[in-house]
């Protein structure tokens, strides 16, 4: 069995947000494991606090940061404390994101549909809003946004939380093209089903849920989140160097059709 490839971050410092569950929990151990520093950014201050624990226990360095990603000012403020705290910004991750109830667009409350632009789209505009003028001083960064393979194809009953990854995608791809001259590589990583919290939400947490959803995987399982933060990696690492403006699908083939 080949062995992973093995990356070497040291010196690096990783901005991640939604970093207390999931894929985010999953990258800030993988990039700390690999030598970066770690901002674990989320709103959660328990769940951050419990990543920077796992990342300090295996001897990685991290620093928790409270953030609500809709905020402007709490945005900002988690920019500059990483600078602070890290000593600089050379990659960022920014992947908070919420789901919707599988439900017929009349039945998604406008609540529910500011809520998820606020924080699936303008979270990201906020946080590449102030982590783009830093690496532009730095000389470059590596700037990854959390889409979905719901930006990338329709999906039945989540045409709202389509919309704002659609949305993610086409913010990733324009801003590419603003900040490609300052050495700075923006990409859209379009996840499919992954096994966190949120696809247990998704599912219900009953095994008929969970079975219904891996049905439409044509591998036949989820992804782990594990497999997104190596993608996330990759795309920061030399081996990505050509890579921007894109949407990297890694969604065991969902996207590709109907089979």
């Given at each position: 069995?080949?062995?992973?490839?093995?990356?070497?971050?040291?010196?690096?410092?990783?901005?991640?947000?939604?970093?207390?569950?999931?894929?985010?929990?999953?990258?800030?151990?993988?990039?700390?494991?690999?030598?970066?520093?770690?901002?674990?950014?989320?709103?959660?201050?328990?769940?951050?606090?419990?990543?920077?624990?796992?990342?300090?226990?295996?001897?990685?360095?991290?620093?928790?940061?409270?953030?609500?990603?809709?905020?402007?000012?709490?945005?900002?403020?988690?920019?500059?404390?990483?600078?602070?705290?890290?000593?600089?910004?050379?990659?960022?991750?920014?992947?908070?994101?919420?789901?919707?109830?599988?439900?017929?667009?009349?039945?998604?409350?406008?609540?529910?549909?500011?809520?998820?632009?606020?924080?699936?789209?303008?979270?990201?505009?906020?946080?590449?809003?102030?982590?783009?003028?830093?690496?532009?001083?730095?000389?470059?960064?590596?700037?990854?946004?959390?889409?979905?393979?719901?930006?990338?194809?329709?999906?039945?009953?989540?045409?709202?939380?389509?919309?704002?990854?659609?949305?993610?995608?086409?913010?990733?791809?324009?801003?590419?093209?603003?900040?490609?001259?300052?050495?700075?590589?923006?990409?859209?990583?379009?996840?499919?089903?992954?096994?966190?919290?949120?696809?247990?939400?998704v599912s219900g947490g009953?095994?008929?849920?969970?079975?219904?959803?891996?049905?439409?995987?044509?591998?036949?399982?989820?992804?782990?989140?594990?497999e997104m933060a190596r993608?996330?990696?990759?795309?920061?690492?030399?081996?990505?160097?050509?890579?921007?403006?894109?949407?990297?699908?890694?969604?065991?083939?969902?996207?590709?059709?109907?089979?």
């Amino acid at each position: 069995m080949t062995s992973p490839v093995s990356y070497d971050f040291a010196g690096k410092t990783v901005f991640i947000t939604g970093a207390g569950s999931g894929i985010g929990r999953a990258a800030a151990l993988a990039f700390a494991a690999a030598g970066a520093a770690v901002a674990v950014v989320d709103v959660n201050s328990s769940a951050a606090s419990e990543t920077v624990r796992q990342i300090e226990s295996a001897g990685g360095r991290a620093r928790a940061i409270v953030c609500d990603v809709t905020q402007d000012a709490q945005v900002a403020s988690a920019v500059q404390e990483t600078i602070s705290a890290l000593g600089g910004l050379d990659f960022a991750f920014n992947n908070a994101g919420i789901e919707q109830g599988v439900v017929p667009l009349t039945e998604v409350t406008e609540d529910l549909f500011d809520r998820l632009f606020a924080i699936n789209v303008k979270g990201v505009y906020l946080c590449m809003k102030y982590q783009i003028p830093v690496m532009t001083k730095r000389g470059g960064g590596v700037i990854i946004n959390t889409a979905s393979t719901a930006g990338v194809l329709s999906i039945r009953n989540q045409g709202s939380y389509c919309a704002t990854k659609y949305a993610v995608v086409a913010l990733s791809k324009s801003t590419a093209l603003e900040v490609a001259e300052h050495r700075i590589r923006i990409n859209a990583l379009c996840p499919g089903i992954t096994d966190t919290p949120m696809i247990e939400r998704v599912s219900g947490g009953t095994d008929e849920g969970r079975k219904r959803l891996i049905g439409q995987e044509p591998v036949g399982r989820f992804a782990k989140p594990d497999e997104m933060a190596r993608a996330a990696m990759w795309l920061c690492s030399n081996d990505g160097a050509f890579i921007t403006g894109a949407a990297l699908n890694i969604d065991g083939g969902q996207s590709a059709g109907i089979g």
